[in-house]
């Protein structure tokens, strides 16, 4: 059987136990353990070679990201965990105080969104913005959906930042670092600010169209106190907050401006940001941060088990790789005046698309994307870089991530409904971002 043919059932496969896991209540880790194998003896390879193109790709990961992934989140649980976040956000807020009309808290909502996305976790920060700024949209009677849409916005334009998951796992797919990624996604992140200034604008005229004003109600006041207050923490350490703060620019200076291989770096900060906070109880604060990685790095060597197989081809080239064959499938059906565009389409139908399939398809598509993109002179990083932070959008759209229901649930909004108003906002919120990248140039084809 064709490889290409092979590919889609596998891919099929796969994504049906995405869209039903809690159903067939078989978790995804071992799908992608087990499916590609058993594709893989149908491509015609024995348990030598199958065995060889994973061991090959899992020494590709783990050096391109694997151990960067491993400490980098060890050290941003920790930091996360003294309060250094938490003391920043809220300063912002002493700053502002009552001087805030409509357009103010939806800047200061795309603000803290930045700065809670430092760490690199979209719930985690859906779990520092949205406690802070959903009692000013509700004291301003602003529609709790924009606060979801703004953040989620401000998160995508951050996106690039090289210790994210989401990084991490694209470059994986393009067979690099996630530096160099991050570094081709930066332009993206930038494209994004035309979009959020147009958001304010469309939600502040729909805010003034229903209530007439965008400053606040008449009867009601904002207490300048209300929502300052930091929630004490079992390992929170207000007070080495400066000391973590430098301890945090000494590693951003270092990875972006002396390019210290990343896993030293985060290695070191790791050790020092526990040896200083928590000198009694270093080995509690090691365990609760190294047991998040866990999951993480089980789906990642999940992922090298897929990426192996469907990349998998003998080195004399007498077989194609399921990918290299599924790029020629596409070539024969895909009108030839799109085919170098084709990624191009995706990126722009990436909202509508992931509203009713999960994001992980397009994870698993970005080797199609490369190998046709490759056709026609086009590198891996310039193929998967307009994805890295447009992606994010369309994610917090869908009641397909589990992120989604975190967010809905701190807005105190049902999932549908937010996500029926969200998506076209979202959708053309992609679209204003490729046009922006389009117009200065940072969109290649």
Wanted: net charge neutral; hydrophobic share 55%; with cysteine.
């Amino acid at each position: 059987m064709s490889p290409a043919i092979l590919a889609l059932i596998m891919l099929a496969i796969i994504v049906l136990f995405i869209l039903f896991e809690k159903q067939l209540k078989v978790p995804m880790n071992f799908v992608l353990f087990t499916v590609p194998v058993i594709f893989s003896f149908l491509m015609g390879y024995d348990l030598t070679q199958t065995s060889t193109f994973i061991l090959t790709q899992l020494s590709t990961v783990m050096n391109q990201t694997g151990y960067m992934l491993l400490f980098g989140l060890i050290y941003f649980v920790m930091l996360t965990e003294t309060g250094m976040f938490d003391v920043m956000v809220n300063a912002v807020m002493k700053r502002i105080g009552n001087r805030l009309n409509v357009i103010g808290v939806m800047i200061l909502t795309s603000v803290l969104g930045a700065i809670a996305y430092l760490t690199a976790n979209m719930s985690t920060t859906y779990l520092i913005v949205f406690p802070i700024v959903i009692p000013l949209y509700k004291k301003f009677k602003i529609d709790r959906d924009f606060a979801f849409i703004i953040c989620q916005t401000a998160v995508a334009a951050m996106c690039w930042l090289p210790w994210g998951i989401g990084v991490i796992m694209s470059a994986t797919m393009a067979g690099t670092n996630a530096e160099t990624l991050a570094q081709a996604s930066i332009p993206w992140g930038v494209c994004f600010i035309p979009a959020i200034i147009l958001q304010y604008v469309y939600f502040a005229w729909r805010h003034k169209k229903e209530h007439g004003s965008l400053g606040l109600p008449k009867d009601t006041q904002v207490q300048e106190s209300e929502n300052q207050a930091t929630q004490e923490k079992e390992f929170a350490r207000h007070d080495l907050f400066w000391i973590n703060f430098l301890i945090f620019i000494l590693v951003v200076v270092a990875l972006a401006v002396f390019k210290v291989p990343s896993y030293l770096v985060f290695i070191a900060a790791s050790m020092v940001t526990a040896l200083i906070n928590y000198p009694k109880n270093f080995g509690q604060i090691w365990n609760k941060a190294g047991m998040t990685f866990f999951n993480v790095l089980i789906m990642l060597l999940a992922i090298c088990f897929y990426l192996a197989i469907f990349n998998a081809a003998p080195e004399d080239g007498s077989k194609l790789s399921m990918v290299a064959s599924l790029a020629q499938l596409l070539e024969s059906i895909f009108p030839a005046f799109l085919l170098n565009y084709m990624h191009i389409v995706f990126l722009l139908l990436a909202v509508p698309i992931i509203y009713f399939v999960p994001y992980q398809l397009y994870n698993a598509l970005y080797p199609l994307f490369i190998s046709v993109g490759a056709a026609f002179g086009l590198s891996p990083i310039a193929i998967i870089a307009p994805f890295v932070c447009n992606l994010a959008l369309a994610t917090s759209v869908t009641p397909m991530n589990s992120a989604t229901f975190v967010g809905c649930s701190l807005i105190e909004r049902e999932v549908g409904p937010y996500t029926r108003q969200a998506a076209p906002i979202m959708f053309v919120t992609n679209l204003i971002v490729v046009l922006t990248a389009l117009l200065t140039g940072v969109l290649q084809f």
